[in-house]
């Protein structure tokens, strides 16, 4: 079964407007870290923000905001006032709290491309 | 600059042959991780070291080994390459091996193309 599931493949916004990349998670660990990562088309994978299981608020960072709504097993990420330089892919990502390794599990990603 | 080295950055090389990837991690993190990224499979986790030793292995295949030196960096061999193992080979490192909560930082890849 899927752990992370990315529904959009790709999405086109508008300069300045804002953008919901969704993203819904399946874990039975009570303990987790939900990411997301930035991939231009340069290649690199930037780390944009985190949220913990047990964090009460939601995560910020600069224009980038993580609603959390834990219930429904989604992290969607939020991207305010967007930029030309936000097309981009972008992944959801989770880290679980048992196994030992705590490896990184990868959504499919959605593609995000801002129109001037 | 996420810190993490990967050389080199692009490869091209004919089926059948044997490469190595190289990653150093950031100044500190004990733990590295390596990812491939290819079209049809997106980002798949491989292997994992943590200070020397292995400590998980995901989707790696028989001719893919790895290892992590006392000086921190790894490398990823490639042996007996298929066109199917072209892709973008990531290395990523993390200075917690046992939280959740800590993120993965990336270098830039390494691209792969078999011939």
């Known amino acids: 079964a899927q752990k992370i599931t990315q529904t959009q493949p790709g999405m086109f916004v508008q300069e300045k407007e804002a953008v919901t990349l969704d993203c819904t998670y399946d874990?039975?660990?009570?303990?987790?870290?939900l990411f997301w990562y930035k991939q231009p088309s340069s290649g690199e994978m930037i780390f944009l923000i985190y949220?913990?299981?047990?964090?009460?608020q939601n995560a910020t960072e600069g224009r980038y905001s993580l609603n959390f709504q834990k219930a429904r097993k989604s992290a969607n990420l939020v991207i305010s006032a967007s930029q030309l330089g936000d097309s981009a892919m972008y992944f959801c990502a989770m880290r679980e709290g048992q196994g030992g390794a705590q490896k990184l599990v990868f959504g499919q990603g959605t593609r995000l491309t801002i129109n001037p | 600059d996420s810190g993490v080295t990967q050389t080199p950055k692009h490869l091209i090389t004919a089926t059948g042959q044997r490469v190595t990837l190289r990653c150093s991690p950031r100044?500190?993190?004990?733990?590295v991780y390596w990812y491939q990224q290819s079209l049809d499979q997106g980002l798949q986790f491989l292997i994992q070291y943590y200070n020397g030793e292995e400590r998980a292995k995901g989707n790696i295949l028989e001719r893919f080994s790895a290892q992590q030196f006392p000086d921190l960096h790894s490398e990823l061999n490639l042996s007996s390459l298929e066109l199917g193992d072209s892709a973008l080979y990531f290395c990523a490192s993390s200075g917690d091996t046992s939280s959740y909560n800590s993120p993965l930082h990336f270098g830039n890849g390494t691209r792969l193309t078999v011939t």
């Open positions: 949220q913990g299981s047990y964090d009460q």
């Open positions: 100044s500190g993190d004990l733990s």
């Open positions: 874990t039975s660990d009570p303990s987790y870290g």
